[in-house]
């Protein structure tokens, strides 16, 4: 194990955070330049924004954040599967809830 | 954290014996940074249900420019990378230039605030201001409440690099410092988040 960790968390590597920043200005370009150019039907375009953003969000966490399949990463990456189950119930049902009531109010 | 590596590191045991290991402390902070997750996810739902609720005011499409917006991306993304940058500098134990990558991380940040207060700045003396409209309140909440935590990262990382010049790279200041990092890292995170439900979708 390199770096390790009287500090508390692995540490990458210059090739790791140098990866991890030209594919996030490549996501980043790719979702901006979707919506600018305006050269996608909006389905596509939706599609392409969520996408770029979820690799984008992916790549943060592994390039620079350094959480992988190791044993110490595991107690972080079960406690963010726990969070986004959370953040799915609270954005998705607040959306599903709402979006019911606004049909039934017209 | 096995017995040989803080072995290690013995002369700091007594440090690691009053305040916990540092990576019960950094996985203590990491479920910080998720229960922030979770207020944020509050606020993205509250954008979400109030963002066609215009009330007559504008729309993203007339408000935002987004190459503006990409700019703004690109600076917090450079101060993220500048941070690892500071964090490599740390494990080499080079003082000198974990300052100068923990300034640059700095100037970077702020110019991302700076940009940010400008445009909230503008917004509001054209007349939208977060009491136009229930979508302008949940954008400035939700903008604003990113930008509160750069603000305060910032703060932070000021006093760290107070910490590292005054008391150079000791054990307790790696260790903030790793602590810091994660929480840059994270705001990273959440602005992709922001940039793409804010000012993508609502240009879109």
């Known amino acids: 194990m390199k770096h390790t960790s009287a500090t508390g968390a692995a540490a990458g590597s210059l090739k790791s955070y140098i990866t991890g920043f030209i594919l996030s200005v490549i996501l980043t370009t790719v979702a901006f330049g979707a919506v600018m150019s305006e050269a996608l039907s909006h389905g596509a375009t939706v599609v392409t924004i969520f996408s770029a953003a979820v690799l984008q969000i992916l790549v943060h966490l592994h390039y620079f954040l350094h959480l992988n399949s190791s044993s110490e990463a595991r107690w972080n990456i079960l406690a963010m599967i726990f969070t986004v189950l959370i953040m799915a119930l609270f954005v998705g049902g607040s959306i599903w809830i709402m979006h019911n009531l606004n049909i039934r109010m017209m | 954290m096995t017995p040989a590596q803080t072995g290690a590191h013995a002369d700091t045991a007594e440090v690691f014996e009053e305040h916990g290991t540092a990576g019960h402390q950094s996985f203590g902070f990491w479920l910080y940074l998720m229960s922030d997750l979770v207020l944020f996810s509050a606020i993205f739902a509250t954008f979400a249900v109030l963002s066609k609720a215009y009330a007559g005011g504008p729309t993203g499409a007339e408000l ?141």
Request: with cysteine; hydrophobic share 60%.
């Open chain 2, 64 to 204: 935002f420019d987004l190459s503006f917006v990409f700019i703004e991306t690109m600076l917090l993304l450079l101060s993220s990378a500048a941070c690892g940058m500071a964090i490599l500098a740390m494990h080499a134990g080079n003082n000198g230039r974990v300052l100068q990558w923990l300034a640059l991380t700095f100037l970077l940040g702020l110019g991302f605030i700076a940009m940010e207060l400008h445009e909230f700045q503008q917004l509001i003396a054209e007349g939208h201001g977060p009491g136009r409209s229930a979508y302008l309140s949940a954008f400035f909440t939700l903008v604003g409440t990113h930008g509160l935590h750069v603000a305060s990262g910032l703060v932070w990382m000021a006093v760290m690099m107070y910490q590292v010049k005054t008391k150079g790279l000791a054990v307790m200041v790696q260790a903030r410092l790793m602590r810091l990092s994660m929480f840059w890292h994270f705001l990273d995170i959440v602005w992709v988040a922001v940039f793409s439900v804010v000012y993508l979708m609502g240009v879109l």
